[in-house]
């Protein structure tokens, strides 16, 4: 299997434009979550997807932040506009549901963002 | 809510040293309790998970005991190597709103191993 994967690996942007970045879960998970990771607040739940459906999302940070996932196998997050404080690197987990104790997180290489 | 409080890093330990990081948590339930590890330039990976009181987790020569009377879940290695060297974060998790079990994590400790 490939893993979780993550698109771009790097961006490097001007405030004020748009970012999208791009995730794919393992094949067979059922839910999706977003992270962002920072020296000053550490790792974030942003959101997470069950079954494509946004099923929390009190994490977002703002309204210049939005996520979907329009299949099973697709998911982005956006940011429009962007600001340098949203500089961070940005992580996708995928996991799958077996109503058992713990469910394993499988996450993404993340992608490293800049904003200037 | 929900928190994991990680011992303060960074950690920097010889080869072969005997390796403990500290991790307590705060839980209004029974969470299940994680040990993830992330290289330089990579996303978290599990290490080792532990789901009820008095489990331990291994892997890799890695061991954690599940402590609910301390509220703990220390990491501990015998011997650490130099390909050792990476952040590791405690994490726990609960039941959320869509019955996902989200992870709380702790702050993360920085652990160099040299040679």
């Known amino acids: 299997d490939a893993g979780v994967i993550q698109s771009p690996r790097h961006e490097v942007t001007e405030m004020g434009q748009e970012v999208t970045l791009r995730c794919k879960p393992i094949s067979g998970h059922d839910y999706l979550f977003w992270y962002r990771q920072t020296m000053m607040r550490g790792l974030e739940l942003l959101i997470y997807f069950n079954n494509n459906v946004p099923i929390d999302d009190s994490g977002m940070p703002e309204d210049r932040f939005s996520a979907k996932m329009p299949n099973a196998s697709f998911s982005t997050l956006k940011i429009q506009p962007s600001e340098p404080r949203d500089s961070a690197v940005y992580f996708c987990?995928?996991?799958?549901?077996?109503?058992?104790?713990?469910?394993?997180?499988?996450f993404g290489p993340g992608t490293r963002l800049t904003v200037l | 809510g929900d928190s994991v409080t990680q011992m303060e890093g960074p950690v920097t330990l010889s080869e072969e040293a005997f390796l403990t990081i500290n991790c307590t948590y705060t839980?209004?339930?029974?969470?299940?309790l994680f040990w993830y590890v992330q290289y330089p330039g990579e996303g978290l990976q599990l290490l080792l998970k532990?789901?009820?009181?008095?489990d331990k987790g291994s892997n890799k020569g890695f061991e954690a005991t599940y402590r609910k009377e301390t509220t703990s879940f220390h990491l501990e290695k015998g011997s650490v190597q130099v390909s050792d060297s990476a952040v590791y974060f405690c994490a726990l998790s609960e039941l959320g709103s869509g019955s996902a079990r989200q992870l709380t994590f702790g702050s993360g400790t920085q652990l160099t191993v040299l040679p």
């Open positions: 839980a209004t339930g029974y969470p299940s």
């Open positions: 987990a995928s996991s799958h549901w077996t109503g058992g104790a713990t469910d394993t997180q499988y």
């Open positions: 532990a789901t009820k009181a008095d």
